[in-house]
């Protein structure tokens, strides 16, 4: 299949690389060259803007953020002009807000629309390993589960309109906030009165709180390693403003994201935003009074 | 061993019928009848007073609240007339302060002290399987090791101060409570843009929450299943409210604690006092306007 | 003075009509007609695009929001081709970050900007009554002496650079927000124990909160009097949401707004949008138990 | 008239000494000798215990907090035993629970009691200058009128039940918390982004805050003049406090004092219990990485 693919950080090297493994014609494009020289070394055709990809059958998106998309997906006129019968499968986290907008520009263009945001990290989606959400008409998906066969380990189906897939990112993703929000107060408040937090990360972890969410910032936070952050705590402020807002535009209250992303304001202030996102617990713990 | 039992509600009467079948021998003690028949039927000695259980070599507790352990343990004159060489274990969920106020009455009245709050409801207690977190004294817990082994299937220890089995207990409990409401949170902002909250529950617990606390109180919430509550909302709420008192004593901040309280009191007022904790799921999308 | 003005809403006429009355040369623009009629009537020239401004000496914006003001001041193509020497005044309450854009925008092109917004409703617009919070260029200041003296009955310098006077209304409003909200949790509280609410709200602002905010608000929350709204839960929303905005980018926490937003939008859902702000006490009344 | 008073801290000693000047028979008693002695030079007698005062026509108590009251006037016997017709008026700061349960007591031993929280400090003690809010009887009011003409200089008649006039101090002092709370974030705000504190104090207190509320805390805050607290910190949280159980045992949320506790506990880490109370906006702008 031809495909494009627009945005080559970490995680979009990882699965254009994937695609190409699995014999698929692929064009890439990238607002900075980096990314596209390994790519080009390994077959892929290197465009210059959004709109040299306007032939191919299914052009997958992953940008950092709704910044980028506006850019490169609208702006640039990608959107608009993308023709009757192609897909444009965006896998990146956005608003809810952008998923709704990009969804009406294409219905307005012609062509069609769905929304594929992945759970995984940078390993994952070099090795295929992505655990992947999807959004969009059922014969949209149908069209992408060769590229999703390649990406990733399993798929999930949220819905047929594409942003259910986004609102299901987001809220899994505030779910993880929450988790170590919570897990950072719960350490201080046993470490304030002398436990120690690694004793207590084994019995919470071992027994109701045994998935991988508290395993894996419960470990960091205990072993004070944050300074090779996988998920940093900036990156973890702003899934918690993708949650506040939407929030904001369903008119769902989450009180405890208010909070949460009060938390993270005094953090960064710390400077934590570049340390890994279980810092948050240093915060915390700082205002407890220990250090 | 001779032992005595303070409180028979559903969590001691299992208790203290474990440590009956454990060849043991018990004199109990409670502050209404219920409770008292069966275990005088299985051979337990009905006392009418706590002062009556002052000869035993371990007094295990297992009262409701701070205000039962005031007026049993305390008031009752029993705190400070156990003679030296005798052993109050308490295994109540008690405050922080409670949890010392009784460390300092016994180490004044010459006796010892441990605490074991546990987890596990009574099903679990009646077969010997609950999860005990111990604090005190290394010789008293030894002395404590074959009831463990009579009510419990596993032992932590907290540190050699009571009351750091109290706090371990609190601040997993206050995980989860952060658990349940931002479960029910994510609910809500999924529901509001029409995803099934089902599929993101089997999306949730089947990647990175997949311990039992999401797994257990998520699956009420989709059921919505909240008459036939094993632990009510209520409780709940109490327990929220033990990790405000904590971090008060300590001052330690909990943001989300102070939240959590606010969601749980307007949820009362709606009626949801005594249905499973789960249902906060339900206050939680009242308020963002779904039914 | 030529002078231009954007937005004619119910502020907008009033301000502009002021601007009349003191013998200046006006020349309006508005997105819809209304607004437009009445003020030709009284010697306005009416134009169809804001780029019919660019020749006045100032032109005043007094748009509803950040997306008004995008779409006639930036995506017009006004900001980036009014002339060097200049100056666009802009009087309406918008995002710190649009403040800090448009600021940019007009040093790029060479034009002076700076921004005024206000405080007062309607009826003090069309009095020339409002309270003026200025920031920009002393020369920029200097120049618009004349307009503000038409139109408002004070004047607050908040600094040179303009989004100065813009952090200023935000704050202030913000302290607004949080004063409907407490004033309304504390009458939860004292009704809830019997204590009539018109008795507590003589009490305190007869005491310490004798200010307009507490005795305006308060007066309508005590009268149950929302229907006619003179500013709307929905714009108190909005300006929570500004004030979070600015915390945001300036990385300052501000957690009581965090809880405020959150009450605001269960308040929506309980269609109180479009009552008066002081409704929020009948949603906060509610979670209460409270009717 | 015989009048009883228990509790002669520095509001004590004013309210004692402006008793005596009107004439009145004082017999005090406190639980240290602190305070004794000026009052006995003024012609007060001193009582060993609060039994000595039964036979006061009435017994004012102005004691620190729920504690002091437990100590004094439950566990003493006092309550219990004051004779049919003699009345307590309890003028001290107390929780809802406590003003409940002095009630109760003094209601099953036969005895009156009123409650008559007051607003002011010390100086204003002295002066007979107290704003005294009111609960109780309108027969046992009465014959407090001479009294209240003796040591206040308003009065407010909250309801028929003591508890009344205490939930109206805890509903007006948690209205302040969130008055200096709020202005302290507004204060941060406003400096992050280079508007001086001090300009931005003088527009909001001479426009819509004009209460003495923000502009004795404000001018605190902006002269960072913390050292001679006139109420400190911690007293502000005790406040907070008895809003957050009076809200507890009422069921009414107030989700800011869930947030505004947890700021006063990180500013009791930093070490500001002890400073004036406007200190919380150091605390708040530490937070924001303000200096």
Partial sequence: MKIG???????????????????????????TASGTDALRARGARVAATPLDLLDAEVVVSMLADDAAVEAMCITSGFAARLPAGRLHLNMATVSLRMAKRLTQLHREGGSDYAAAPVFGRPAAAEQGQLDIVAGGAAAALKRCEPLFAAMGKSVFIAGEEPATANIVKIARNYMLAAAVESMGEAFALVRKSGVDAKAFYELVTTTSFTGSSYRN?????????FDNASFTLKLGLKDVELALAAGGDTQVPLPLAGVIR???????NSGLGDKDWASLAEYIAARAGLS
Same sequence: chains 1, 2, 3, 4.
């Fill in 5 to 31: 693919f627009l945005g080559l950080g970490l995680m979009g090297c990882g699965m254009a690389g994937r695609l190409l493994d699995a014999g698929n014609e692929l064009i890439v494009c990238n607002r």
């Fill in 217 to 225: 910032y419960g470990k960091l936070m205990v072993e004070r390693n």
């Fill in 262 to 268: 009060e938390q993270h304001l005094g953090a960064l």
